[in-house]
């Protein structure tokens, strides 16, 4: 019997997920994220832990799915960052204070039921620091715009200042929170040839 192919959420859709050298319009439907939210530096423990407990609770989901016969690859991490006063002036702030949701996104099967048996099971084996603090969401962003950054976090800005200059010559302006998803794992490349896609949902300008 032939084995049921995985679902692949990024090709499914691909057209949300264009990685563009220049800035971009593209238009993102609703969509299911397993999420958890803080504050302070990627660099800081509360950042790292969090990616940790997002990670567990979304394999675990994942195992659980495939062996029900609803394989599905788990997607790449991404994240919403926003300043206390807006969602565009994080930047210039200390890392410390910046505020962030990190996100999986996953298949529309995945209920909040699944995410509380996850959560359940690495407790149970003495995993599930942190677990509960994920949830799962719906997040909706509509008209984008989007492009690829290739180099590190924190050179983005020159990035970020094209994308809004394009939003401008097309009458719109960037608002809700700044994107970011990771197509490289900083683990293992250098910063130099990190490959973010960054986007920033947009409205007409009135």
Not at 20 to 27: G, S
Not at 40 to 62: D, R
Request: one cysteine or more; hydrophobic letters at 40%; aromatic letters at 8%.
């Amino acid at each position: 019997m032939a084995r049921a192919e995985k679902l692949d959420l990024i090709k499914t859709h691909k057209s949300e997920y264009v990685a563009a050298k220049q800035p971009i319009l593209v238009h993102v439907q609703p969509a299911k994220y397993l999420t958890i939210t803080g504050r302070g530096a990627p660099a800081g423990a509360n950042f790292q832990s969090s990616v940790g407990a997002l990670y567990g609770v979304a394999y675990t989901i994942k195992m659980t799915k495939k062996f029900a016969g609803k394989d599905y690859k788990v997607c790449n991490l991404e994240g919403l960052w926003w300043g206390d006063t807006g969602a565009s002036d994080f930047f210039p702030l200390q890392p410390e204070t910046w505020n962030w949701t990190i996100l999986i996104r996953v298949p529309e099967f995945i209920k909040d039921s699944d995410v509380k048996a996850a959560v359940s099971q690495l407790k149970a084996k003495g995993k599930g620091d942190q677990a509960d603090r994920v949830k799962l969401e719906t997040i909706q962003e509509g008209q984008c715009v989007q492009m690829l950054h290739v180099g590190s976090y924190a050179s983005e800005q020159e990035t970020i200042r094209r994308m809004v200059e394009f939003a401008s010559q097309q009458g719109l302006a960037c608002q809700g929170k700044h994107h970011e998803i990771y197509l490289s794992d900083p683990r293992r490349v250098p910063a130099a040839r990190l490959r973010t896609i960054l986007r920033h949902p947009v409205g007409r300008i009135t």
